[in-house]
């Protein structure tokens, strides 16, 4: 951790908060209405919390940092309404955070590294390397960010953390972070409704299928043999899918819930009727969905978006044989992919939109 983004007020839990006030001369419960003017109305000002007594306001401060990242930019597609956040850490790193709109309805995508060491070939925030972890105060004020971008009316229906990075190479931060979000003193989201994306660190999953914490699971599956799997998600050289999938099915088992496999299709690469045969079979004994993304060229991969018809040949041999396939389109060519496609520089004006099988339409 370096100096510029140690932990502020932002990213501490009520008891941190309670203990931090303690020691500037407050009493314990002035810790948990900061957490609240934060966490809950999106309050920075201390000076604003005016059910503090004046003078821990004024000791707050001066010695507590609130560490306010910036937002440097921020673009609304004309086409879907999604808007893309670009957040600057008091470091000058940079991570992003996606608005997705649907029907009144709001997914945030949140970041919880700058870039990603994993490198999946495929996917841009891997192409831009890796910078650092994110703490958990610079995920929470990704959304407390996003949320004073809503429109009236609007209401953060779910989180997905598939922005930049791999959620469970930055474990501890991430779970406090979504312990925050969950905090019935925070915004008090369900955890249900929060979905951690992950390119598959198989000890990570196990670890999460035991926390308290109940957060929905999606795996970048994207091949279904360690040959492919190994060019598309080098990760899986480490760990591959004869320790992956098992970790699925226990993660399923153990929460009685369904977890989602994330499949990009690439022409010629993992799209054939042979992938999708083979996909079924292996996923068949974990209670899952597929969700099938038609991949879209970018200028650094060499890989290119099936046809419609070979998108639904995929999908016609996976449905039934799995029971739920979801084909997520980008309207214009450009695709929300599994995990860390959300790049400093993704644009914007692509952004996804969403068809169910079997009713695919481009
Ligand atoms: S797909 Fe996810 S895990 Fe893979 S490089 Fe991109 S951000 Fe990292």
């Not at 006030?21 to 201390?46: E, T, Y």
């Not at 989180?159 to 925070?186: C, F, H, W």
């Not at 308290?212 to 994207?222: E, F, G, M, P, R």
């Not at 993660?251 to 045969?277: C, H, Q, S, V, W």
Request: aromatic share 6%.
């Amino acid at each position: 951790m370096t100096e510029n983004h140690k932990p502020g007020i932002l990213g501490q839990t009520p008891e941190e908060l309670a203990e931090l006030a303690g020691r500037l001369g407050g009493k314990p419960f002035h810790g948990r209405q900061i957490f609240r003017w934060v966490n809950q109305r999106g309050v920075f000002d201390f000076e604003q919390m005016t059910d503090l007594p004046q003078g821990l306001r004024k000791t707050l401060q001066e010695k507590a940092p609130i560490n306010l990242p910036k937002v440097v930019k921020s673009t609304t597609a004309a086409a879907d309404g999604a808007t893309k956040l670009l957040l600057q850490y008091p470091d000058r790193q940079e991570a992003e955070a996606v608005i997705i709109r649907d029907r009144g309805k709001i997914t945030l995508c949140l970041s919880t590294q700058i870039g990603c060491p994993l490198g999946c070939t495929f996917c841009m925030t891997g192409a831009m390397g890796f910078k650092r972890n994110l703490i958990a105060g610079e995920i929470t004020s990704q959304f407390l960010f996003a949320k004073k971008c809503l429109k009236p009316g609007e209401t953060v229906r779910n989180i997905v953390l598939m922005g930049m990075g791999e959620p469970l190479l930055n474990y501890d931060e991430t779970l406090k972070a979504m312990r925050i979000l969950t905090s019935e003193q925070g915004p008090g989201l369900a955890a249900r409704r929060i979905t951690l994306s992950t390119a598959g660190v198989v000890p990570k999953i196990h670890q999460l299928a035991d926390e308290n914490i109940k957060l929905k699971l999606a795996i970048s599956l994207h091949a279904a043999t360690n040959e492919k799997r190994n060019l598309l998600v080098p990760l899986n050289k480490k760990y591959p899918l004869e320790e992956l999938l098992p970790a699925a099915e226990a993660f399923a088992r153990k929460r009685k819930r369904r977890i989602t496999f994330e499949y990009i299709l690439i022409e010629g690469i993992n799209d054939t009727p042979e992938d999708a045969m083979l996909l079924a079979k292996k996923v068949a004994p974990i209670p899952c969905k597929i969700n099938l993304i038609p991949y879209n060229p970018t200028p650094f991969a060499p890989y290119k978006r099936p046809s419609l018809a070979r998108i639904n040949r995929f999908r016609e041999i996976l449905f039934p044989r799995t029971p739920a396939v979801t084909v997520r389109f980008s309207k214009g060519g450009e695709v929300e992919a599994a995990c860390g496609q959300l790049a400093a520089n993704y644009p914007l004006n692509h952004l996804p939109k969403k068809f169910l099988a079997p009713a695919l339409t481009p």
